[in-house]
C-alpha cells in the first residue's frame, strides 16, 4: 500500500501529521490481519515508525529506523538538503538514485514542500524515548544524512535501543545492502527476548 499523498495513493487536501500516517499504517496492517509485528521504517518513515509503536504497543513487538531523520544538530532544510545532495552524488548505486528521485516526481514537488515542514519539525529523540519496545537504529556507513554520532545519541534515547552500521553504503541501505541490512535486522530479533516474533 502507499501513504496517502505517495505513491498512487491520492494526494490529501491538507497536510497530513505523522500520526495520523501512523494510524493509516495500523488500519492496513489490521485489515490484513496483522496482529504483532517488527516495524521497520526509513528515513522519514522512521518517524512514522516510532508514532505507530507508541499508537500500538501490543501491535508493535519492535522497531527498526533506518537512516533516521531529523539530526537535531542539523535542523535546517538547506543542511538536509545538502547531505542529501552529498547521499546522491557519493553514496548511492544509479538505481538508487533512479528510485529516489522518481518517487519525488511522483509525490510531486507541491506535495514534498507541503509534507517537508512536518518531517523537520517533528520531536523524534524526544519521542523515542517513550518506545518501550527494543528499538534498533540502523545507518549506512557511508550515510551523510543520518550520521553515526547522531544515531548513536538516537539509538542511548530509547530505553532498549541498540546501533547497526551497514559498511559501505548511503542512506537508501534497504535497496544497496539487502542482504546485510536483513541480516542485521534478524540478528536483532534473534537476540532480543520477548519479541513474540520469528525472524
Known amino acids: 500500500f502507499d501513504l496517502p499523498g505517495f505513491g498512487d495513493a491520492p494526494r490529501p487536501a491538507r497536510q497530513v501529521p505523522v500520526g495520523e500516517y501512523a494510524a493509516f499504517v495500523h488500519t492496513a496492517l489490521s485489515d490484513a490481519g496483522v ?29 527498526v529506523l533506518m537512516g533516521p531523520v531529523v539530526d537535531g544538530n542539523r535542523k535546517s532544510v538547506a543542511r538536509q538538503a545538502l547531505a542529501l545532495t552529498r547521499d546522491a552524488m557519493f553514496s548511492e548505486t544509479l538505481s538508487a538514485n533512479f528510485m529516489v528521485f522518481s518517487d519525488y516526481f511522483r509525490a510531486g514537488f507541491r506535495w514534498y514542500l507541503t509534507e517537508l515542514p512536518v518531517m523537520m519539525e517533528y520531536p523524534i529523540e524526544a519521542r523515542v524515548r517513550g518506545i518501550g519496545q527494543p528499538v534498533l537504529v540502523m545507518r549506512g556507513s557511508k550515510d551523510p544524512v543520518a550520521s553515526r554520532g547522531w544515531c548513536e545519541r538516537l539509538a542511548a534515547q530509547a530505553p532498549q535501543g541498540s ?25 536483532w530479533v534473534r537476540a532480543v527476548n520477548g519479541f513474540g516474533v520469528t525472524a
Not at 542512506?171 to 540478528?187: F, R
Request: proline share 7%; aromatic share 0%.
Open 35 to 63: 496482529r504483532s509485528c517488527v516495524v521497520i521504517g526509513h528515513s522519514m518513515g522512521t518517524q512514522h515508525a516510532v508514532e505507530l509503536a507508541l499508537q500500538e504497543p501490543e501491535l508493535v513487538a519492535g522497531v
Open 163 to 187: 546501533l547497526a552500521q551497514i559498511p559501505g553504503v548511503g542512506h537508501v541501505v534497504q535497496h544497496t545492502a539487502p542482504g546485510p541490512a536483513a541480516a542485521a535486522i534478524t540478528a
